[in-house]
């Protein structure tokens, strides 16, 4: 069965400040991967995916991500952040009919 | 271009009540999943469905939830005899075809149930 584990359950960082948010995943097949964005009392905004080819993915407001298959893991990462970047940010594996979702991470943005 | 249409947005129900949430997937779109999201966890897949016909219902309770997606209007996912643990939000996400890497679901706002 596959899983998505996501270590941090919450990461505090001031503005303009680069961030990693961790994820690993365990699958024994093809995996396609995911990053969702949840802003409060919303729904989950795709940020970015990963399905084949190149290994550093780019997604949308300055997020990228980076496909690393010996370390099973797919962090996202942004190398200067805002206030508006605080929210909770889900990695997924697709299952393939269903996504697995990890339990999230916070990310708090202090000015 | 409306997106996946879920309501209501909150819903307050008693417990033994049953609760009814809606979602209108995005036009053109006939795939439809179902996610609980209980507090402070993840989102947890409960049931896939296309028109009429239910594809994966692997993560649903075994009792007292079911789901439906007809020809005509929303998806309806029903909880009957509610306990407090059913509090939660739940999302409805769409797709056009089956998902896969091509086609990520799209989400709806969800709705957050809560239980007296």
């Known amino acids: 069965a596959q899983s998505v584990t996501q270590l941090d359950s919450q990461v505090p960082v001031f503005e303009e400040a680069p961030v990693e948010l961790r994820c690993n995943y365990s699958?024994?097949?093809?995996?396609?991967l995911f990053w969702y964005v949840q802003y409060p009392n919303q729904g989950l905004q795709l940020l970015l995916k990963?399905?084949?080819?190149?290994?550093l993915v780019k997604g949308i407001n300055g997020f990228e991500a980076e496909f690393n298959k010996s370390q099973t893991s797919f962090h996202l990462r942004k190398p200067s952040v805002h206030i508006s970047d605080t929210a909770e940010y889900f990695c997924?594996?697709?299952?393939?009919?269903?996504?697995?979702f990890g339990t999230g991470t916070r990310l708090q943005v202090f000015p | 271009n409306a997106g996946v249409m879920q309501n209501p947005r909150h819903l307050v129900r008693r417990r033994g009540q049953e609760a009814r949430l809606r979602c209108s997937p995005m036009?053109?779109?006939?795939?439809v999943y179902w996610y609980r999201q209980l507090p402070e966890e993840g989102l947890k897949f409960m049931v896939y469905?296309?028109?009429?016909?239910?594809?994966?219902e692997s993560g649903m309770p075994k009792e007292r939830f079911s789901a439906e997606f007809p020809k005509e209007g929303p998806s309806i996912l029903r909880i009957q005899q509610v306990v407090r643990g059913d509090s939660a939000a739940y999302f409805c996400?769409?797709?056009?075809?089956?998902?896969?890497?091509?086609?990520?679901?799209?989400f709806g706002d969800g709705t957050r149930l809560s239980i007296l």
């Open positions: 036009k053109g779109h006939s795939h």
């Open positions: 469905l296309q028109k009429e016909n239910i594809i994966d």
């Open positions: 699958s024994s097949v093809s995996v396609y």
């Open positions: 990963y399905l084949s080819g190149s290994t």
């Open positions: 996400a769409s797709s056009p075809i089956p998902p896969g890497p091509d086609q990520p679901q799209h």
């Open positions: 997924a594996v697709s299952d393939p009919d269903k996504l697995i």
